[in-house]
């Protein structure tokens, strides 16, 4: 299937509709097109195109759904693909939370999701970049593996009872871990955009390459509570639990660390420095966003910390009806306000800490704490009187970012960052907090 324009999408669903004979039925259709390009030990290991497409049907009977999936685009599959979901609904059994698919939405006029320029990248493209990452690992002396991926493509949604969306999206990730031939320093950087102008993949890797060569040689330093800078690959891993976790039903269920005893929440109750504010925005001009959620609701600007205060949290219809509020879909993606410092001033004034460049393999253990363990990796380095003095040996780290948030010291200015975990895309400042918790000391570089 080609990219089909909101016109073609309109008409194509129109037409799978038409075989309906449920109660209600429901069609979302998707379609990407990109490509990616993969090196290790300073050479090219892969490289690839991928384009992916599918239709899904969801009929109901009442509350029985059936859902059905396919490829095809032809008159008699799409009509097939409709019976299908029908004889599965009538062999489901009653969702006692099954909610009726809305009618028409309101939408705001669509953000800028789409970018040409990122559309028309090709594997010239890619293997140019590649070039560009490869001559610093080279330059430097250093080891190199990297990934850059680029996607373009549309989402859209019709149903039985008048509602159509349609939204169209590109993408770009780039990431790169430059080691020092012995294996003794390790650097990382990681950059995504909507729009491919905006990277800069010699520049990233130069950052990366500047780590791995100053994290030769770490020392070790004893466990213990330390002010540390986290930079937003790092602090983005942290907070993105809090954004999960504004979740009602949950809440109300006592299975979130805003759960208070006897069914109440710490809705409205101060829980963070008042320099926290975190929302989502589908029209925010660094991280845009669609303006519709999975389920057709329109998603709008929602402020779920402001200044320390727990502000909002997200219900599905279900949860919304059952408590009598309005239906909040959860964040596409979050955004957290800083301050106007760079990186390089946060470093300049601390007089003792732990810069950290990366954190990884985030466990949770404790959600009602929502405390976190996990491990620095690629750069982590100790500052005295402004400067950083020397590489430190690796942490595993036993931190709630409830707590973190609690000890802010101060916060730089936010950039869009893409989390080494969830792959998802934010925008976050670099952190300066105080009496974070290492826990033990890790042999990884």
Not at 231 to 237: F, L
Not at 408 to 423: H, K, Q
């Amino acid at each position: 299937m080609p990219f089909l324009t909101e016109e073609q999408a309109k008409a194509l669903m129109t037409k799978v509709l038409s075989y309906s004979k449920a109660d209600e039925c429901e069609v979302n259709l998707s379609f990407s097109d990109g490509g990616n390009i993969r090196y290790a030990r300073n050479a090219v290991s892969t490289s690839g195109a991928i384009g992916q497409s599918s239709l899904v049907v969801s009929s109901a009977y009442g509350k029985k759904l059936g859902v059905a999936t396919i490829n095809e685009f032809d008159d008699a599959s799409l009509e097939k693909v409709v019976r299908r979901a029908e004889e599965l609904a009538h062999l489901a059994p009653e969702n006692p939370e099954y909610m009726p698919m809305l009618g028409p939405q309101v939408y705001a006029a669509p953000t800028k999701t789409f970018e040409p320029a990122t559309a028309a990248i090709d594997a010239k493209f890619r293997a140019d970049a590649t070039q560009q990452s490869l001559k610093v690992s080279e330059d430097n002396k250093l080891v190199a593996a990297g990934y850059l991926e680029n996607s373009a493509g549309f989402n859209a949604m019709m149903n039985s009872h008048g509602l159509f969306a349609y939204n169209t999206s590109t993408n770009v990730n780039f990431s790169v871990t430059l080691r020092s031939p012995d294996g003794k320093g390790s650097g990382y950087a990681t950059k995504g955009y909507t729009n491919v102008a905006q990277l800069d993949v010699a520049a990233a890797t130069r950052v990366a390459a500047q780590k791995a060569a100053a994290s030769v040689d770490a020392r070790a330093l004893e466990p213990g509570k330390y002010t540390v800078i986290l930079e937003p690959a790092a602090g983005v891993v942290l907070l993105e639990y809090i954004g999960q976790g504004m979740d009602a039903r949950s809440t109300d269920e006592g299975r979130s660390f805003l759960s208070k005893p006897g069914g109440a929440s710490k809705l409205g109750e101060k829980l963070m420095d008042e320099r926290v504010t975190i929302y989502s925005d589908p029209a925010n001009s660094i991280l845009p966003t669609s303006v519709w959620t999975g389920d057709g609701r329109p998603q709008e600007k929602v402020t779920w910390v402001d200044k320390g205060v727990i502000k909002n949290l997200s219900y599905s219809r279900y949860w919304a009806e059952k408590k009598k509020v309005k239906a909040v879909p959860g964040p596409d993606a979050f955004i957290m306000d800083g301050g106007n410092q760079t990186l390089e001033q946060l470093i300049a004034s601390t007089e003792k800490g732990i810069l950290v460049t990366r954190l990884w393999y985030i466990r949770m253990v404790d959600p009602q704490s929502l405390l976190l363990t996990g491990l620095t990796r690629d750069g982590t380095f100790y500052i005295e009187n402004g400067k950083i003095k020397f590489p430190v040996k690796n942490f595993r780290f036993n931190e709630s970012p409830v707590i973190m948030l609690n000890n802010l010291d101060a916060l730089g200015i936010p950039e869009r960052v893409v989390s080494g975990e969830s792959f998802q895309h934010a925008v976050v400042p670099p952190m300066r907090i105080r009496d974070f918790t290492f826990s033990s000391l890790s042999d990884a570089i």
